[in-house]
């Protein structure tokens, strides 16, 4: 196998992770990128993985990882960062709990044909 087949070959984990985002069951609501940018404090925030929203609220001081990071992802997308920190499956199921909505589909990079394709990277 050469270097390159390797490095796009995502591994079975990356398939497992890929697969429970996909998992989240659909909501027909859609929120913006500048309605999102509203909720960027400790008292209301949201934030955006995959091209879905998230209310984060009521985590943020439950988070491993602490407050404070999560809290600069308030409002924007934290898709690289999430991703980035290799969070586990576990993590990823616990997303789930705060889903509220979908990004308009002009506005996502993911979810829709020809998107960038992020679980074909090297973690
Ligand atoms: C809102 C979505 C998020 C959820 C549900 C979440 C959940 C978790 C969970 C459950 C862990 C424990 C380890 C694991 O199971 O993977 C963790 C750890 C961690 N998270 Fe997050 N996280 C989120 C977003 C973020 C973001 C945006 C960052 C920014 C870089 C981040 C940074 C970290 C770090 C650095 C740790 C490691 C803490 C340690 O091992 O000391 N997380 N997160």
Same mark, same amino acid.
């Given at each position: ?5 390797? $490095? ?7 398939? %497992? ?10 909501? *027909?609501?859609?929120?913006? +990128?500048?309605? $999102?940018?509203?909720? *960027? %404090? ?8 995959? *091209?879905?929203?998230?209310? !984060? ?7 491993? @990882?602490?407050?404070? !990071?999560? +809290? ?28 509220? @909505? ?6 996502? +990079?993911?979810?829709?044909? @020809?998107?960038?394709?992020?679980? %074909?990277?090297?973690?």
């Amino acid at each position: 196998m050469s270097t390159a087949t390797a $490095i796009f070959t995502p591994s079975p984990h990356e398939f %497992n992770y890929v697969n429970l985002v996909k998992s989240h069951e659909n909501t *027909d609501v859609e929120f913006s +990128l500048e309605e $999102i940018a509203d909720h *960027d %404090n400790l008292m209301d925030c949201w934030t955006v993985i995959y *091209d879905r929203v998230y209310d !984060i609220t009521d985590f943020i001081k439950k988070h491993p @990882g602490g407050a404070d !990071i999560l +809290l600069e992802y308030g409002g924007r997308d934290a898709t690289i960062a999430f991703r980035g920190t290799g969070h586990s499956s576990f993590a990823v199921k616990a997303l789930e709990k705060y889903y509220i @909505g979908d990004l308009p589909i002009h506005q996502r +990079l993911f979810r829709k044909q @020809g998107g960038i394709v992020l679980s %074909n990277m090297p973690a």
